[in-house]
């Protein structure tokens, strides 16, 4: 029989509303192991920010910063760091406006700023305090990731000025930045070139916008009940809810499971 791997999303698919790992998709993720089938993970979010996931669902292989840090068994086996210099010039021009900066490396972050009210908001959302301030650490280390807390009404005037930059929206207040072309999906291609899986045999499940490449690259994409609506678009199956074993359906309706557990 042919090995499949499968790839999950974090924040509102491993997750739930109230970002608690829900009984039934750790349940689920033990017996697909069990049946052979690979697991990892594939998210937004840096290592630091899931390794008590990890180790709760005995993961060790994983795509974070949306494709830009790639870890296979523990190894890293990819990274894509933003442009420091191209970077600055972004930093200058937000801190003239007002708009605080977050950066992340595979370890830590930290802020541009000492406080401010949508860096709170947001991070809160994800049950993160707000970063320290770090106004060096642009300098001091390789970033692959930062968030730019504005409203959407702003957005548009970034993502003209600086191109070599993508410029993704998770919250009300923040956007991620990631290098130009990178996605899950790219982070994913790197995977695969360690494994010998053909395309058919990797699903993956997501809910967010940050999603949309991944679900469109694998063989079998699964939007969740709870997905963003351009996200429904490019997705083969959509499940339930991730509040309602979103998860657990999932996995029963493409056929990973093969047999119901609940």
Known sequence: MEKKIV???IDGTLL??????PASTKMAIKELKEQGVYVAIAT????????DLRKELEIDTFVSFNGQYVVFEGEVIYKNPLNVEKLHLLRENSEKVSHPLVYLNHETM???VE???FINESMGSLKFVHPEYGPSFLDETE???ALLFIEDEHQQSYVKAYEDFDFIRWHQYSTDILPKGGSKAIGIQRMLERLPFKKENVFAFGDGLNDIEMIDFVGTGVAMGNAHPELLKVANHVT???GEDGILHGLEQVGLLKQKIR
């Open 7 to 9: 790839f999950f999303d």
């Open 16 to 21: 739930n509303h109230d970002k608690e790992l």
């Open 44 to 51: 937004g979010r840096a290592p630091f920010m899931f390794a």
């Open 110 to 112: 930290k802020a541009n």
């Open 115 to 117: 406080n401010h009210p």
């Open 143 to 145: 970033i692959f990731q």
């Open 240 to 242: 339930k809810d991730v």
